[in-house]
């Protein structure tokens, strides 16, 4: 799976999502209401403006110790994209042109692993932005998605006459893989949290400078993860994008209104069988 999200390197304003504070009421209830497995696994619960359509037990998989579905990237690809039009360009009107000070993006879904590829037009270089420190084969691992993703680019820009195309497509433009100081060597499951947060908070700059609020493989590590699937599921529900926005809402608020211990058994249950309910899925 190839997802494209358009990030500039300049002008760069939006806001990071804060992994430091508690949930907010909202998020709290958004998130209940979501993970205690209410409705069916084929309700939509994200319907963009732009097309993308996003099923329960999708959004399920946020759920801690899971899996992300590939799809989350989608409707994560599709919110990202839309704060980009949101940035003010200055005089010149935003059109979907590549700049030459422009990254894209390309989550990728490998054997059940997501990492994202970079194509950073500002350097010109290709970077690999993968949370698993595990040193694979990289032929097998990244070449056999990079060689014909980068022929597709660069026939692209050749097409276009775009400026960097010869940049590019030169055989010195090595692909890096970064070694950013939190990938992880245990952690099996969180490879999609991490490839979000990679996409929300990466412009390009030196890793050193590069400050995501990741900390190395531990426990803090993985509560902040967690917080982070609670918090990027109510960003999704609660977005200005998503056309059932009021229903979800709506949903979570009245589920509140069922009693405290029939939610905590909806909790307890959830921890039981999420698992499951998603691979029937």
Same mark, same amino acid.
């Given at each position: 799976m190839?997802?494209?999200?358009? &990030?500039?390197l300049?002008?760069?304003?939006?806001?990071?999502t804060?992994?430091?504070?508690?949930?907010?009421?909202?998020?709290?209830?958004?998130?209940?209401?979501?993970?205690?497995?209410q409705?069916?696994?084929?309700?939509?619960?994200?319907?963009?403006?732009?097309? &993308?359509?996003?099923?329960?037990?999708?959004m399920?998989?946020?759920?801690a110790?899971?899996?992300?579905?590939?799809?989350?990237?989608?409707?994560?690809?599709d919110?990202?994209?839309?704060?980009?039009?949101e940035?003010?360009?200055?005089?010149?009107?935003?059109?979907?042109?590549?700049?030459?000070?422009?990254s894209?993006?390309?989550?990728?879904?490998?054997?059940?692993?997501?990492?994202?590829?970079?194509?950073?037009?500002?350097?010109?270089?290709? =970077?690999?932005?993968?949370?698993?420190?595990?040193?694979g084969?990289?032929?097998?691992?990244?070449?056999?998605?990079?060689?014909?993703?980068k022929?597709?680019?660069?026939?692209?820009?050749?097409?276009?006459?775009?400026?960097?195309?010869?940049?590019?497509s030169?055989?010195?433009t090595?692909?890096?893989?970064?070694e950013?100081?939190?990938?992880i060597?245990?952690?099996?499951?969180?490879?999609?949290?991490?490839?979000?947060?990679?996409?929300?908070?990466?412009m390009?700059?030196?890793?050193?400078?590069?400050?995501?609020?990741?900390?190395?493989?531990?426990?803090? &590590?993985?509560?902040?993860? =967690?917080?982070?699937?609670?918090?990027?599921?109510?960003?999704?529900?609660?977005?200005?994008?998503?056309?059932?926005?009021?229903?979800?809402?709506?949903?979570?608020?009245?589920?509140?209104?069922?009693?405290?211990?029939?939610?905590?058994?909806?909790?307890?249950?959830?921890?039981?069988?999420?698992?499951?309910?998603?691979?029937?899925?």
């Open positions: 190839f997802l494209i999200q358009i &990030q500039s300049y002008q760069f304003l939006l806001k990071i804060d992994t430091k504070p508690k949930l907010t009421h909202q998020e709290s209830i958004v998130c209940e209401w979501l993970f205690n497995l409705g069916n696994t084929s309700d939509v619960v994200v319907q963009t403006k732009y097309g &993308q359509t996003t099923e329960r037990a999708v399920e998989s946020l759920y110790n899971t899996k992300i579905f590939g799809e989350v990237l989608d409707t994560w690809s919110l990202l994209n839309h704060q980009e039009l940035r003010d360009f200055g005089n010149s009107p935003y059109r979907l042109f590549l700049k030459v000070g422009v894209v993006f390309f989550p990728v879904v490998r054997s059940a692993h997501i990492f994202v590829i970079i194509f950073n037009l500002n350097k010109p270089s290709i =970077e690999i932005l993968d949370n698993s420190a595990v040193e084969d990289y032929e097998g691992k990244y070449r056999v998605i990079l060689k014909p993703l022929n597709l680019f660069v026939r692209y820009f050749k097409e276009i006459n775009h400026p960097r195309e010869i940049a590019i030169k055989e010195s090595k692909p890096q893989r970064l950013m100081s939190w990938r060597v245990k952690n099996k499951v969180d490879c999609g949290v991490f490839a979000m947060r990679h996409m929300e908070t990466y390009g700059q030196p890793l050193s400078k590069w400050k995501p609020g990741l900390h190395k493989e531990s426990a803090v &590590q993985q509560t902040t993860l =967690e917080k982070l699937r609670q918090r990027y599921a109510h960003i999704m529900l609660n977005s200005e994008i998503n056309i059932l926005k009021a229903k979800v809402l709506d949903l979570a608020e009245k589920y509140q209104k069922v009693e405290f211990k029939v939610r905590t058994d909806h909790a307890y249950k959830a921890m039981q069988t999420i698992q499951k309910r998603l691979k029937e899925y």
